[in-house]
């Protein structure tokens, strides 16, 4: 690919995989040496649509042992240093804005794909492969639909709000008449969720531009619209519809992070702490959010779904 703009030379003969999971697309390159150097710059060239390959974000697939945040996030958990520590993979995450994120749900599918495809990791059925996030280990298990993420657990991201779980914040954007109530959820990275009442509310939205969420997060936030199906929960499962605007990215076809957070919204607001298994509808495909309890009260989330490579490139 012909590329004018002189922060690709760094990559110049590199090997990329396009890939995408439920719509939300990524550059991935391998650097099982660490030797390649990935700038803001390099990651908005090769992001951009129109002058670049084009992709919500950039995935750098690098060994914990040559990355020092990856090192120490990997010397703080005692379990990953049981399970391979610096020999583990760490997903090197940027936004297609150049900034990095904490997690990225639908770049773990992809990554793991990636993994594998390209035979950097063997992973049989019934195998869980631990891989290291900015957030922490994630862990990776092979599932009809494609992958399952074990994604750690979700919290409010203001504590207060554990007793009183009803809104945060405020958030407007346009194609909506009013300010509506929010709940901001981490599942690693920030996320605030906003209930709609009609599909057709969804579809008026306009995502080309920022939400305004107030109070903004500390970090920023992704912004997650629901609507929740009528019934909400069929056969012992939630089911919700969701559109998002990514921090770093504006709309994408899915988030995988936004997903759990808007389940766990829902589930919080509906009083339906009982169904574990939800359906998210976002307008690349499917997801799967499975929480699961843990003796400390805590919740864990899974989340399942496809993940594909669509073609490979070389940067010349
Ligand atoms: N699409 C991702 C989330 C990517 C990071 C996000 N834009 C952020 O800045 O937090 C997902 O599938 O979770």
């Not at 939300?24 to 090769?46: C, Q």
């Not at 974000?57 to 379990?79: F, Q, Y």
């Not at 619209?225 to 909400?232: E, I, N, S």
């Not at 989330?301 to 940067?315: D, F, H, K, Q």
Request: proline residues 6%; glycine residues 10%; negative net charge.
């Amino acid at each position: 690919m012909a590329h004018h703009l002189s922060a690709l030379d760094a990559l110049r003969g590199a090997p990329f995989t396009k890939a995408h999971a439920t719509g939300n697309d990524f550059v991935m390159f391998a650097d099982p040496d660490g030797t390649r150097h990935i700038t803001p710059e390099v990651v908005k060239a090769l992001c951009d649509r129109h002058l670049g390959v084009g992709g919500d974000g950039l995935i750098r697939a690098v060994p914990v042992r040559h990355v020092a945040e990856a090192r120490d996030i990997a010397a703080a958990d005692e379990d990953l240093s049981a399970h391979g520590g610096e020999d583990l993979w760490f997903m090197d995450y940027w936004n297609a804005d150049g900034t990095v994120a904490e997690m990225c749900g639908n770049g773990v599918r992809a990554f793991a794909h990636f993994l594998v495809s390209e035979d950097l990791v063997q992973l049989e059925e019934e195998e869980q492969l631990p891989v290291v996030t900015r957030a922490g280990a994630r862990t990776v298990r092979r599932v009809p639909e494609g992958y399952a993420i074990g994604m750690g657990i979700w919290s409010f991201l203001d504590p207060e709000l554990a007793s009183s779980n009803a809104s945060d914040s405020l958030v407007i954007a346009q194609g909506l008449t009013d300010p509506r109530p929010a709940l901001s959820i981490s599942m690693g990275n920030p996320h605030t969720v906003v209930a709609l009442s009609a599909e057709q509310a969804l579809e008026d939205l306009d995502l080309n531009q920022a939400p305004q969420v107030d109070p903004v997060p500390p970090d920023g936030t992704n912004v997650e619209f629901v609507v929740p199906a009528d019934p909400l929960v069929v056969d012992g499962e939630g089911q919700v519809r969701l559109r998002v605007h990514e921090r770093g990215v504006g709309e994408t076809l899915s988030c995988g992070t936004g997903a759990c957070a808007a389940a766990a919204a829902v589930r919080v607001w509906a009083a339906e702490d009982g169904v574990d298994t939800w359906t998210v509808q976002v307008p690349g495909g499917r997801l799967r959010v499975r929480f699961l309890s843990r003796a400390d009260g805590a919740e864990d989330v899974e989340l399942s779904g496809p993940a594909e490579n669509v073609y490979r490139g070389t940067i010349i």
